[in-house]
């Protein structure tokens, strides 16, 4: 798929009515390129690690208040010998190798392999037609039931979609926010994770060549 030239790629285009009213060619670069599951896994790992906030953090004996004295003497009462109650041994004593605010699940990944693994993701779902692009996506007004109206119509009908704006627009965010099974991002803020947890890829025309010139850019960095 690498070798391919962009006049083998092409896609349907389709109105806010439903109706095919053209192609658009995409950039082989982009959507040509070899698929690798264990680039993609590595970038959705990486991804989710970084992304994982420590709400768990266990007091160690140094945090646990009290054992400030010896519960008993050290000979002559029969029993084992004790320094302090904040021994892990006791009841709410320290926890030994527990969970804390301070540790780090973040991982790194090369900023080259981030954009390799989303090419394949965007690749992925137009060679498994997932990907629909459309001529335009403008709302007379951000009302919920003129989006389903025109998601109705579209082929990602029902199915788990990611929107592609190609800026914030907030009419955009207010009539889709109360759809199920559908989101909206940003075409200069896409993930491998997004991407892969949607079924369907939704574009316009104009959110496409903000991917082109947002990520082919960082390619050659």
């Not at 054992?67 to 002559?76: I, L």
């Not at 926890?95 to 989303?118: C, I, Y």
Request: charged fraction near 25%; include cysteine; aromatic fraction near 4%.
């Amino acid at each position: 798929m690498e070798n391919m030239t962009n006049s083998g790629l092409k896609v349907k285009v389709y109105n806010q009515q439903g109706a095919v009213v053209g192609e658009q060619i995409l950039d082989a670069k982009i959507f040509g390129v070899e698929v690798k599951q264990e680039v993609v896994h590595q970038v959705t790992v990486a991804q989710a690690a970084n992304g994982r906030h420590n709400l768990s953090n266990a007091r160690t004996r140094d945090e646990v208040s009290g054992g400030g004295k010896k519960p008993w003497a050290q000979k002559g009462t029969g029993r084992s010998r004790q320094g302090s109650s904040r021994s892990p041994l006791w009841k709410g004593g320290g926890v030994v190798f527990g969970p804390t605010a301070e540790s780090n699940f973040s991982k790194s990944v090369n900023k080259k392999v981030k954009t390799k693994a989303l090419f394949m993701c965007l690749t992925d779902k137009y060679q498994n037609d997932k990907l629909i692009v459309l001529d335009q996506l403008t709302m007379a007004e951000p009302k919920t039931k003129l989006m389903a109206e025109i998601l109705k119509t579209l082929p990602n009908a029902g199915k788990k979609t990611l929107i592609v704006m190609e800026n914030k627009n907030e009419d955009l965010l207010r009539a889709a926010k109360n759809i199920a099974r559908v989101k909206l991002i940003k075409a200069d803020s896409l993930n491998v994770i997004d991407i892969v947890h949607a079924e369907y890829i939704l574009a316009p025309v104009v959110s496409l060549a903000v991917v082109s010139k947002t990520y082919l850019k960082s390619t050659k960095e």
